[in-house]
């Protein structure tokens, strides 16, 4: 057992109730998921009984990533992509209801199974590049691509489960100031991030998909430190950024990696950001063309062209989000005795 959650929420046990939220519209049935920022929790929609998975941020530690997390996400709409639903404001949380997810993430799949063979692993990121392409097409670079964030869905009738990707926590639009903060996920970072150099956030997104790929088939990270317990992270990323500058990376000839696998890895994970692939060369890629439904290149240009896929204006989320952080509301609902959900 290789993988370890990367700066991940602890996953609390269900704890089934009748909580509603409350206007009413929500039952809350358990917890998915556990983080800094609150909970993301699996509800009913009472009128619908639709399952939704909500993200309950607590209004009085609101990140600062939220307004952006809100807006860049409830501008997309691809089947490779968590829907967005809507934002609403309960009185100790600001709720974001998203489409459930119910195969787990990516991370438990790879995990549960050590490692990924080639075709499987082509299926997953084959879809993660589609996802990522047309969020970058939308502007949007999500900066924290990773195994815990890359959701799964099982159709009935499909043989293996669809990549859904969710969290824009630390999504930044095109039209905001350069990128220059060390956010995301130190595992999948790329080294222009680890060294807080100004980046450009697509090719970091990139970068952490070249993560993703290589720890699926060979079950573990391709870049860690050996400073063993004590080192500070200093020493650690030092250490990190020394391998990815040689492009240290362990490929077991057990594996039997085809070459043009491992050729795509490389290009993926080039520690100069100008030199690394770029989407249009991984889209051209023949090992990422492999069994690539025909049909699928051409499929983000039509979802591109629906340019407000969600029913919340832009004013009303900002609004919403501007509205989370009066606090006398808060308490007032709080004397109450309202917070129910
Ligand atoms: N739409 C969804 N459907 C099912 N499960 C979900 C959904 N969204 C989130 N989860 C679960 O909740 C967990 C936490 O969600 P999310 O990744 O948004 O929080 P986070 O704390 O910001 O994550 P991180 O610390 O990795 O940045 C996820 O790892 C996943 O297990």
Same mark, same amino acid.
């Given at each position: &057992?290789?993988?370890?959650?990367?700066?991940?929420?602890? *996953?609390?046990?269900?704890?089934?109730?009748?909580?509603?939220?409350?206007?009413?519209?929500?039952?809350?049935?358990?917890?998915?998921?556990?983080?800094?920022?609150?909970?993301?929790?699996?509800?009913?929609?009472? %009128?619908?009984?639709?399952?939704?998975?909500? %993200? %309950?941020?607590?209004?009085?530690?609101? *990140? #600062?990533?939220?307004?952006?997390?809100?807006?860049?996400? @409830?501008?997309?709409?691809?089947?490779?992509?968590?829907?967005?639903?809507?934002?609403?404001? @309960?009185?100790?949380?600001?709720?974001?209801?998203?489409?459930?997810?119910?195969?787990? @993430?990516?991370?438990?799949?790879?995990? @549960?199974?050590?490692?990924?063979?080639?075709?499987?692993?082509?299926?997953?990121?084959?879809?993660?590049?589609?996802?990522?392409?047309?969020?970058?097409?939308?502007?949007?670079?999500? #900066?924290?691509?990773? $195994? =815990?964030?890359?959701?799964? *869905?099982?159709?009935?009738?499909?043989?293996?489960?669809?990549?859904?990707?969710?969290?824009?926590?630390?999504?930044?639009?095109?039209?905001?100031?350069?990128?220059?903060?060390?956010?995301?996920?130190?595992?999948?970072?790329?080294?222009?991030? $680890?060294?807080?150099?100004?980046?450009?956030?697509?090719?970091?997104?990139?970068?952490?998909?070249?993560?993703?790929?290589?720890?699926?088939?060979?079950?573990?990270?391709?870049?860690?430190?050996?400073?063993?317990?004590?080192?500070? $992270?200093?020493?650690?990323?030092?250490? &990190?950024?020394?391998? &990815?500058?040689?492009?240290?990376?362990?490929?077991?000839?057990?594996?039997?990696?085809?070459?043009?696998?491992?050729?795509?890895?490389?290009?993926?994970?080039?520690?100069?950001? =100008? %030199?690394?692939?770029?989407?249009?060369?991984?889209?051209?890629?023949?090992?990422?063309?492999?069994? $690539?439904?025909?049909?699928?290149?051409?499929?983000?240009?039509?979802?591109?062209?629906?340019?407000?896929?969600?029913?919340?204006?832009?004013?009303?989320?900002?609004?919403?989000?501007?509205?989370?952080?009066?606090?006398?509301?808060?308490?007032?609902?709080?004397?109450?005795?309202?917070? *129910?959900?």
């Amino acid at each position: &057992m290789h993988l370890h959650r990367q700066d991940s929420p602890t *996953q609390a046990a269900a704890k089934p109730t009748a909580k509603m939220d409350e206007q009413g519209k929500f039952e809350f049935i358990k917890e998915l998921g556990r983080g800094s920022f609150g909970s993301v929790v699996l509800a009913r929609n009472t %009128k619908t009984g639709e399952q939704v998975a909500i %993200k %309950k941020m607590e209004r009085a530690h609101l *990140q #600062r990533y939220v307004e952006s997390e809100i807006l860049n996400h @409830s501008q997309l709409r691809h089947p490779h992509v968590v829907q967005f639903r809507e934002v609403f404001l @309960s009185p100790h949380h600001i709720n974001i209801v998203m489409d459930y997810a119910s195969g787990g @993430s990516l991370f438990g799949y790879v995990q @549960s199974r050590n490692r990924l063979r080639e075709p499987l692993a082509r299926w997953f990121f084959q879809q993660l590049i589609l996802a990522v392409d047309y969020c970058h097409r939308k502007g949007v670079a999500n #900066r924290d691509i990773k $195994l =815990e964030n890359t959701l799964l *869905q099982v159709i009935p009738g499909l043989p293996r489960p669809l990549v859904k990707i969710c969290d824009f926590g630390y999504s930044k639009h095109d039209n905001r100031s350069v990128a220059r903060s060390k956010v995301g996920t130190l595992t999948y970072m790329a080294p222009e991030v $680890l060294q807080s150099r100004v980046y450009d956030g697509k090719t970091a997104d990139i970068w952490s998909c070249g993560v993703v790929l290589y720890t699926m088939l060979v079950g573990r990270y391709p870049f860690q430190s050996n400073a063993g317990e004590g080192a500070g $992270l200093g020493q650690e990323v030092m250490e &990190m950024l020394k391998k &990815m500058k040689a492009q240290e990376y362990h490929l077991p000839d057990s594996l039997n990696l085809t070459p043009e696998c491992k050729a795509l890895l490389k290009a993926l994970l080039h520690p100069e950001s =100008e %030199k690394r692939v770029k989407m249009a060369g991984i889209m051209a890629d023949a090992w990422f063309r492999t069994d $690539l439904p025909p049909d699928a290149l051409n499929m983000n240009d039509k979802y591109l062209a629906n340019t407000r896929p969600c029913p919340q204006s832009e004013a009303e989320i900002k609004n919403i989000v501007a509205m989370a952080t009066n606090y006398n509301t808060n308490d007032m609902y709080a004397a109450q005795g309202m917070d *129910q959900f």
